[in-house]
């Protein structure tokens, strides 16, 4: 198949899944299309068959206070889909891009071409941004009209369900991971590079947005410091990044806090790690918390959202309320300071997220794509 994906081409998670999808879709044999503002983090064309990438310009105009970006795009895909036979056009995020889309399609329906399009849920476009009032009628629109809808999660299809009146079916395929290359990228695993041999290592990755609750990781850091030496790797960056440091600074702990920024080798750091933190107030899957128990790292997470499906308490890691950091910081002693029940975490966590390998999940995508093609009627 020609299959055309739309993403954000950023460290977020979306961008991820929707990189590393079209990678596996690639390795498959099926011709894929990046259409996007800027190269995808994660995707290096030249590694990989059958990739290709378009980039969507927005010419910078100065009588527009903001510039139509949703217009570039749907020009965009008109021109891709009919200059490289594209058979499905799969958008991750509804905000802007099933609305991109539509229009697109709309405009292909007119010289008769016939596009269908496949939105994957993620999460922001639903929970944070799209269910504002001044976006809910797009986003309700947008949905409604894709031809196939998927969520990464149960409790992100049912935040739709709940925020949006939709006359659509959401099936649920969840984020995954590719174990195999894990097991290749996470090496050489060295630890002594950033701890000493005797120091527990508990990380956090995120994009520092206030809803991941980075004050909290630091809170929970703080009460594990005292009774068990350890440092804290935090990757990424975001708007909570400079309040976080600051606050390192202000109590003294640099030298057992390292701010790491963004990294394309999250697998070297998750390898020699002890514990994952990760105390969202919003989740709707977690895949960085999926990527640490695939290097056998438990984790200690919020319940919110998605994440219990992820994360089983007691099994893999454990869950708390939202803000509860006592309750993470007593979880996270009960592993650091127990290596038998750590060691039987360790193991829990790479079995469970084999659930999530990609092989078992690229392969839904790719009968969803079969599903809709079968569907059109010419
Ligand atoms: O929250 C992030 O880290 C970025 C965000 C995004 O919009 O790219 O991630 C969302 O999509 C990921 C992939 O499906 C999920 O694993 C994240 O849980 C989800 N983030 C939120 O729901 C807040």
Same mark, same amino acid.
């Given at each position: 198949m020609n299959i055309a994906i739309v993403c954000y081409p950023t460290f977020g998670g979306s961008g991820v899944v929707a990189t590393e999808l079209g990678l596996a879709l690639s390795k498959r044999g099926h011709k894929i299309h990046f259409i996007t503002y800027n190269l995808p983090v994660r995707l290096e064309t030249l590694k990989y068959p059958n990739i290709y990438y378009h980039e969507v310009n927005v010419p910078d105009y100065p009588l527009f206070k903001y510039q139509p970006y949703e217009l570039a795009l749907s020009s965009r895909l008109v021109d891709v889909v009919k200059s490289h036979s594209i058979d499905i056009l799969h958008v991750h995020y509804a905000i802007p891009h099933a609305y991109a889309a539509y229009m697109a399609k709309q405009m292909l329906k007119d010289i008769g071409i016939q596009i269908p399009i496949v939105t994957t849920l993620h999460g922001t476009d639903i929970? #944070?941004? *799209?269910?504002?009032?001044?976006? =809910?009628?797009?986003?309700?629109?947008?949905? +409604?009209?894709?031809?196939?809808?998927?969520?990464?999660? &149960?409790?992100l299809k049912q935040d739709t369900l709940r925020l949006f009146e939709l006359q659509k079916r959401i099936e649920v395929i969840p984020n995954f991971i590719d174990i195999e290359a894990i097991k290749s990228k996470g090496k050489p695993c060295e630890r002594s590079l950033l701890a000493e041999k005797e120091e527990k290592i508990i990380t956090h990755i995120s994009n520092f947005r206030p809803l991941k609750r980075v004050m909290d990781v630091i809170?929970?850091?703080?009460?594990? %410091?005292?009774?068990?030496?350890?440092?804290?790797?935090?990757? $990424?960056? *975001?708007?909570?990044?400079? +309040?976080a440091v600051e606050y390192i600074h202000s109590k003294g702990l640099q030298k057992h806090v390292l701010f790491l920024g963004n990294s394309n080798e999250i697998d070297k750091i998750l390898c020699f790690s002890d514990l994952f933190l990760l105390p969202s107030e919003k989740e709707s899957f977690g895949l960085s918390a999926l990527e640490a128990m695939a290097h056998g790292v438990p984790?200690?997470?919020? +319940?919110?959202? $998605?994440?219990?499906?992820?994360?089983?308490? *007691?099994?893999? *890691?454990? %869950?708390? &309320?939202?803000?509860?950091?006592?309750?993470?910081?007593?979880?996270? #002693?009960?592993?650091?300071?127990?290596? &038998? #029940?750590?060691?039987?975490?360790?193991?829990?966590?790479?079995?469970?997220?084999? =659930?999530? +390998?990609?092989?078992?999940?690229?392969?839904?995508?790719?009968?969803?794509?079969?599903?809709?093609?079968?569907s059109i009627q010419y």
């Open positions: 929970t #944070l941004v *799209g269910s504002h009032p001044f976006y =809910r009628p797009a986003v309700t629109f947008s949905i +409604n009209h894709s031809d196939r809808v998927t969520a990464v999660s &149960e409790s809170a929970i850091f703080e009460g594990i %410091l005292p009774r068990v030496k350890s440092k804290l790797m935090m990757v $990424g960056e *975001g708007p909570e990044k400079q +309040n984790v200690i997470s919020s +319940n919110a959202g $998605g994440l219990p499906e992820v994360n089983l308490h *007691g099994e893999t *890691g454990y %869950l708390s &309320e939202v803000g509860s950091t006592e309750d993470m910081i007593k979880n996270s #002693l009960l592993l650091l300071q127990d290596q &038998e #029940l750590h060691e039987t975490f360790k193991k829990q966590a790479k079995i469970h997220s084999e =659930r999530f +390998n990609l092989d078992k999940i690229v392969h839904q995508y790719e009968q969803v794509y079969s599903d809709v093609l079968a």
